[in-house]
């Protein structure tokens, strides 16, 4: 089993940044990829961005440019450091790992609200 643990979640203003962190823990050995996913009342949960164990990162077209996931194997640990953030970005950001997108495992949920 995989235990995915958020935080960074948080209310910012438009224009603001905000770090989302997520470690993991059990067996991470399976955990090649990683990523987040975020979703609002009445649509589906959507992939924002991920990466793999080589570093390989995937990203939503409304997030390129502004968004950067990062990993530490070291830490088995992933980040998503989210700049110049929009009232659009407002939703429930999940952490997500497995073989690949989407994994089997899932965090939380950390609630990230921006105002104007």
């Known amino acids: 089993q995989v235990q995915l643990v958020e935080s960074g979640g948080g209310l910012v203003q438009t224009g603001g940044s905000l770090r989302l962190s997520c470690a993991a823990s059990?067996?991470?050995?399976?955990?090649?990829?990683m990523g987040w996913y975020r979703q609002v009342p009445g649509k589906q949960r959507e992939l924002v961005a991920a990466?793999?164990?080589?570093?390989?990162?995937n990203y939503a077209d409304s997030v390129k440019g502004r968004f950067t996931i990062s990993r530490d194997n070291a830490k088995n640990t992933v980040y998503l450091q989210m700049n110049s953030l929009k009232r659009e970005d407002t939703a429930v950001y999940y952490c997500?790992?497995?073989?690949?997108?989407?994994?089997?495992?899932w965090g939380q949920g950390t609630q990230v609200t921006v105002s104007s």
């Open positions: 990466i793999t164990s080589g570093g390989r990162t």
């Open positions: 997500n790992a497995g073989t690949r997108m989407p994994g089997g495992y």
């Open positions: 059990g067996s991470i050995f399976r955990l090649n990829a």
